[in-house]
């Protein structure tokens, strides 16, 4: 079913589907309401479930030139000197999955994938748009575009997917799906340059501090010659200014490096409250969501943009295989759901973790210590080993290969 397919959102997720749609042969028009390309926040996990559908869309050369393969992930524990353990990533995971584990910056790949649909003549972006009126109908849909400019655009089109974020007008208005919930956590986000973290964090690895009811993430970007801090705390209640700078229980010391590497940054950090989305409504008629407009939920296994891409890469053959979108999206429902559901359990399993406090932390780091620097390649071989189906199966049943069950 080739035709014309409207994209809502051009982030991570409506880039990637318009990509995949595009490959295809169908015509992919984006409405994006900002001026340009823009990605809140700094680092980017892509892990290997991820970067095998982006290495087949072509983008493996760019993703290379821009990321980084960590060497691991270096664990430290509340005011520890020294790691616990190192996460074996780099080679480990290349041999186990097939495809690298990579850090970047959310802007690098979102510019990656725009400028990959550039060269597609199939591909039409539209910045700045006000808003969009869509109707669903047994032929498709029809869509009514407020420009930049002021003029309005009418259109008919196989189907209207929104890839609108954590709060999508797609989901709520047109499926009449719920509002985002916040989760009481809040990210606050900064980048700083190399050399005012040097000596504290290893500039070829993710680190992961713990601390009482927060945990910070470092990842190195050498491309841009910074590290992104991502520090994770609690905060109860949204105020409309959260200031410049995170705000940590004040009863338990932070810990030298800590104070380091919230020091380095100053006060420009940049706060991002967590929502989460929970809803069984993918879709109604010929109008679909994907990425977080369905699903979104919390970064503690650092899969929100990784599900997002699978979403992508699995509906966009659908729509064009299936004799209808409902009948497309029902079979992309039947295929996400479960999987997504599972790791947005794990995410939130792991926010729990991070942040226990004495003396539950200590069971949590003997049991990470034990599973020493290869136990996670076994332990999430469900998640960075699945491969998205070259031909979806009719039942919607996901097939691992036997050594990933």
Aim: aromatic share 8%; net charge positive; charged share 20%.
């Amino acid at each position: 079913m080739t035709g014309t397919f409207y994209v809502a959102g051009a982030g991570i997720s409506g880039l990637t589907l318009a990509l995949a749609l595009a490959k295809f042969g169908a015509t992919v028009i984006v409405l994006e309401r900002s001026a340009t390309i823009s990605e809140f926040g700094a680092g980017l996990q892509v892990s290997p479930n991820a970067r095998k559908i982006l290495d087949n869309l072509g983008l493996a050369e760019a993703l290379t030139a821009r990321g980084l393969e960590p060497a691991g992930i270096d664990i430290y524990p509340h005011r520890a000197a020294s790691p616990l353990v190192t996460m074996d990533l780099g080679a480990a995971m290349r041999e186990a999955f097939g495809a690298p584990y990579a850090v970047m910056h959310r802007a690098d790949l979102a510019d990656a994938l725009y400028k990959a649909c550039r060269r597609f003549a199939n591909i039409d972006i539209l910045f700045g748009v006000r808003s969009w009126d869509v109707v669903s109908h047994a032929r498709g849909i029809t869509i009514s575009i407020d420009e930049a400019n002021g003029q309005t655009r009418m259109g008919r089109g196989q189907a209207f997917i929104g890839a609108d974020g954590v709060h999508s007008q797609t989901r709520m208005k047109l499926l009449d799906g719920p509002s985002a919930k916040y989760g009481n956590r809040v990210a606050w986000r900064a980048l700083v340059p190399f050399d005012s973290v040097a000596g504290q964090i290893a500039l070829d690895k993710v680190s992961v501090l713990f601390g009482h009811n927060y945990h910070l993430v470092c990842y190195p970007l050498p491309h841009r010659r910074q590290v992104n801090l991502a520090l994770f705390a609690a905060v109860k209640q949204i105020s409309k200014d959260l200031g410049n700078r995170p705000r940590l229980p004040r009863a338990f010391p932070k810990g030298p490096r800590i104070e380091v590497l919230l020091t380095a940054a100053g006060e420009s950090w940049t706060p991002w409250p967590l929502y989460t989305v929970s809803t069984p409504k993918w879709h109604a008629g010929n109008i679909g969501i994907l990425g977080d407009a369905a699903h979104a939920m919390v970064p503690f296994q650092a899969q929100g943009a990784a599900m997002g891409i699978e979403d992508a890469a699995t509906l966009a053959p659908l729509l064009i295989r299936e004799a209808s979108a409902e009948a497309a999206f029902e079979k992309y429902e039947a295929m996400r759901q479960k999987r997504v559901a599972r790791v947005a359990r794990t995410s939130a399993t792991n926010g729990k973790i991070f942040h226990m406090r004495w003396p539950f932390s200590l069971a949590r780091n003997l049991g990470i210590q034990l599973q020493g620097s290869r136990g996670h390649l076994r332990r999430l071989a469900w998640l960075y080993g699945y491969e998205v189906p070259v031909t979806p199966p009719a039942d919607g049943t996901l097939h691992y290969p036997s050594a990933l069950r």
